[in-house]
C-alpha cells in the first residue's frame, strides 16, 4: 500500500494520499487548494491516477483542493449526504464503502464537529478528521456543531473500534502524526468526563475565536462545483424534463457513469447503459465499448452520474476522443428524480 501524510503547515491540515500499488488508483482524503500542484506532482512521481477526492467535513480553515484537483485530473469529489457544498461528484452516507483498485473506505457518520461530519475506516486506521484529534476533539460552535452529537461520534462509535486502531486526523497543531484508539481512550483530556452533560459543558466552555479565515473559506467551499453553463451553451445538455422527455426515443442512448453501490441505492433509468466513469478513457478510445456502441446504433449518447459532474466530464472526454454527438443529463439523476421521471430498482 501506498500511504503518505501530506501537512500544510498554513492550516495544521493532514490531507492523506492512499494507492494499493504504483501505477494504480489512488485516492486523496482532505486535500488543501493551495497544495494541488504538490499533489499532482507527487502523483506524477508516483505514477498513480487520482480517481477519487474526499473530504471529511466541509472545512472552516482552509479553502478545499477538490475542485482544483477534479479539474486538474478529472477525480471524482466526494463528501457526506448533509454537506452544504454546492455539487460534488458523489455523496455517501454511514454504511457506504468507498472504492478504488486494491482499497476500500468504510464510511461512518460522525456529526457534532458539523453535521456534515465523516470518518472513514480503513482496515488497521481510520481517518477521523476534526471529530477525534490526538488529545483532542473537533470544536462543536459553528457550522451547525453539537457537543452531544459528537460525545455519541466518539463514544458510541470511534472509541468501539478495537484499541489498536490507527488514528490519523484532518489537523493537528502541535506536530502529533499518528495515535491509536486505546491512547486516545486514555489520554485525550476530552475524553475524561463521566458523562454526556459533562462533555457538552466542557465544549460549551471553550471560549475559541473563529478560524482567521471562516468567513472567506466557508463559503468558497460551498461553491466547489463543475460550471455546467458551457455545455448547455453549446446545446449538449438536458435539463430534467427535457431528459425525462427524451425517455423511449430510439436516437437517444442514456449511459449510466455511476457506480453499482450507487445504481443499486439509488436505482436507475430505463434502457440504461452502465458505463462506471473511472474507465471513462478506455471506454471512449477505438475499439472502446461505447465508441462501438455509438457507431454502430448511430443514437445521441446522452451521460447522465449523481449530480451531473461526472456526465458533464464524460461529456468533455467524449468530445476530446472525438465523438461529437453527445450530451449529458444536467443535475444527474438527482435532478431526475426531483422532477418525477420514473426511476427502476434492482
Ligand atoms: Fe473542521
Redesign the pocket.
Known amino acids: 500500500m501506498i500511504f503518505r501524510q501530506l501537512f500544510d503547515s498554513v492550516s495544521g491540515t493532514y490531507s492523506y494520499l492512499l494507492a494499493s500499488r504504483p501505477g494504480g488508483e489512488a485516492m486523496i482524503l482532505d486535500p488543501v487548494l493551495e497544495k494541488a500542484e504538490r499533489y499532482c506532482k507527487l502523483l506524477q512521481e508516483l505514477d498513480l491516477k487520482l480517481v477519487k477526492a474526499v473530504d471529511t467535513?466541509l472545512?472552516?480553515?482552509h479553502v478545499t483542493g477538490l475542485g482544483e484537483l477534479r479539474d486538474r485530473t478529472h477525480c471524482i469529489t466526494i463528501m457526506g449526504e448533509q454537506s452544504k457544498a454546492d455539487v460534488v461528484s458523489m455523496r455517501v452516507a454511514d454504511g457506504d464503502k468507498i472504492t478504488i483498485e486494491g482499497l476500500a473506505l468504510d464510511v461512518m457518520y460522525t456529526p457534532g464537529?458539523?453535521d456534515d461530519s465523516y470518518s472513514y475506516l480503513m482496515g488497521d486506521r481510520v481517518f477521523t478528521g476534526?471529530t477525534l484529534l490526538i488529545r483532542g476533539t473537533?470544536r462543536t460552535d459553528f457550522q451547525n456543531g453539537s457537543a452531544r452529537a459528537q460525545y455519541d461520534s466518539i463514544f458510541n462509535r470511534l472509541l468501539k473500534l478495537p484499541e489498536e486502531t490507527l488514528v490519523f486526523p484532518?489537523h493537528d497543531y502541535k506536530g502529533d502524526t499518528v495515535s491509536t484508539i486505546g491512547e486516545e481512550k486514555r489520554y485525550n483530556p476530552r475524553l475524561q468526563v463521566r458523562s454526556i452533560d459533562e462533555y457538552i459543558e466542557l465544549m460549551g466552555n471553550l471560549n475559541l475565536p473563529n478560524p482567521k479565515l471562516m468567513d472567506v473559506v466557508i463559503p468558497a467551499n460551498m461553491h466547489v462545483g463543475l460550471h455546467q453553463d458551457e455545455l448547455e451553451k453549446q446545446g449538449r445538455s438536458l435539463n430534467a424534463r427535457q431528459a425525462i422527455e427524451s425517455l423511449g426515443r430510439t436516437d437517444v442512448l442514456l449511459v449510466d457513469l455511476r457506480e453499482s453501490g450507487e445504481r443499486a441505492k439509488h436505482g436507475t433509468l430505463s434502457g440504461a447503459l452502465h458505463a462506471p466513469y473511472p474507465s471513462i478513457d478506455e471506454s471512449l478510445k477505438p475499439g472502446g465499448m461505447l465508441r462501438e456502441v455509438a457507431a454502430a446504433s448511430g443514437r445521441r449518447i446522452v451521460f447522465f452520474c449523481a449530480y451531473g459532474e461526472r456526465s458533464a466530464m464524460a461529456v468533455k472526454a467524449a468530445c476530446e476522443a472525438g465523438l461529437a454527438n453527445t450530451a449529458h443529463i444536467a443535475g444527474g439523476i438527482d435532478a431526475w428524480k426531483k422532477a418525477g421521471g420514473p426511476v427502476l430498482h434492482a
Open positions: 467535513h472545512h472552516a480553515d464537529h458539523t476534526d473537533g484532518a
